[in-house]
């Protein structure tokens, strides 16, 4: 990987402006970083087949749908791109998201707990599981399959156990949880400064970037390559915000998920920790000769994976205004895993982004949405899904191979 990262370099080095960040990516792509191209063309060919079919489809109320019922599940999926980047993966992260689904509403609605106590006791027992998958995994060398696999299992009789004889409770439509995950919405002025402030921060982080990489005698883009960049951001998000608008505008619950997906992004791509899950998924034996703390790693991927199965089954929960049997069940695991893999976060580790997640569950969504408008059946939805996730996963092998050939040329 660094032998072609440096002759990438070296023959990049006197590109600059936008000839030059195009050249950078076909570049890139011819060495099989293909980044997120793969999703977003497979996302435009999957919004234009349902547009076709039906134009209900990318209508503004049924895109506000959209944007909502992908916040849960995505923020489930952003978990498990931690985990998958340290080539690991999670198999209960539906159970876990149930089980905190169901603990909230035991502590908030049955023992009468404030609402803010009872969300701090579900993640807190996310972290908890997550710490201790690591402590399996770190302790007793268990794959993280079978350790996850168990807790897929056990987790879900502890859910009912909670749950009790009733097997659901509501929560109350008039709490700020459910107004969040239902009738909140971003005030139109306040979104279009989210917009603004999005494209200056992209502006500001590339020029800070671009500035590194000249001192360091390296390939930047330029300024005007930059401020075109972020120009074009900030006319994709204010026309986003604009159509959303049509209807009931931005989810502050979509929003919360975009939020945790941009701290995630720049955790990993701007942190030591990110760089050590990338050092660890990459190659683990040269992670620890090079003095990472490979253990620590493992337990804080996991850690947070359960963390975000807990956040996501809170919100599916407000989202339902209601914990039963079912919750964190169904396709809920498998679109979790399979939004973080459609996303482009491989599953052999130490490749992969936070927006992966975003994109991804926007894909699996999509899917979901487009086919509901239609009237088919669920087991068309399922096998499409299933389609899709194995061009995913051919796309990352081809891609894998073709970036090792390109590395010993």
């Known amino acids: ?36 191209i793969p999703v977003v063309v497979g996302l435009v060919v999957i ?71 009872a969300i701090a006791a579900s993640v807190l027992l996310g972290a908890v599981i997550g710490w201790l998958y690591g402590q399996l995994f770190n302790r007793f060398g268990v794959p993280s399959f079978v350790i996850t696999l168990a807790g897929l299992l056990g987790f879900l009789g502890l859910q009912l156990y909670v749950l009790g004889a009733k097997g659901s409770i509501n929560l109350p439509f008039d709490s700020g949880l459910v107004n969040f995950a239902q009738l909140d919405f971003v005030p139109a002025w306040l979104s279009y400064t989210f917009a603004v402030v999005a494209a200056v921060w992209l502006f500001a982080g590339g020029f800070l970037h671009a500035r590194q990489r000249r001192r360091a005698g390296l390939s930047a ?48 791509s701007r942190t030591k920790w990110g760089r050590a899950v990338y050092a660890v998924g990459g190659n683990v034996e040269a992670a620890r000769r090079a003095g990472i703390n490979v253990r620590a790693v493992y337990t804080s991927v996991f850690v947070l994976c359960s963390a ?45 982004t936070a927006f992966g997640a975003l994109l991804g569950v926007i894909v699996i969504q999509s899917i979901s949405s487009g086919l509901t408008l239609l009237n088919l059946d669920s087991s068309i939805r399922f096998v499409v899904t299933g389609v899709v996730l194995l061009l995913a996963v051919v796309v990352d092998s081809v891609s894998r191979r073709s970036r090792t050939s390109h590395g010993r040329a």
């Open 221 to 268: 883009r330029s300024v005007t390559a930059l401020a075109v960049r972020s120009a074009a951001l900030l006319a994709v998000l204010a026309f986003v915000v604009w159509y959303l608008g049509q209807t009931r505008g931005v989810g502050w619950m979509f929003v919360f998920f975009v939020g945790l997906v941009l701290i995630m992004h720049y955790l990993l």
């Open 47 to 117: 919004w234009t087949v349902l547009q076709v079919l039906n134009p209900i489809f990318l209508s503004s109320a049924n895109l506000v749908n959209l944007t909502l019922e992908s916040a849960a599940v995505g923020i489930i999926a952003l978990g498990v791109v931690c985990v998958l980047l340290v080539g690991q993966i999670d198999l209960s992260v539906g159970s876990v998201s149930g089980l905190s689904g169901a603990v909230l509403a035991v502590l908030f609605v049955s023992e009468g707990l404030p609402v803010w106590l």
């Open 308 to 352: 975000f199965a807990a956040v996501g089954g809170i919100l599916a929960a407000a989202r339902l205004a209601a914990a039963n049997q079912s919750s964190g069940g169904g396709d809920v695991n498998l679109n979790a895993i399979a939004a973080a893999v459609i996303g482009g976060t491989s599953l052999f580790g130490g490749r992969g």
């Open 1 to 36: 990987m660094t032998v072609t990262t440096d002759r990438q370099d070296e023959r990049l080095h006197h590109r600059a402006g936008l000839s030059g960040a195009v050249t950078d990516v076909v570049e890139r792509a011819r060495g099989g970083d293909l980044g997120v």
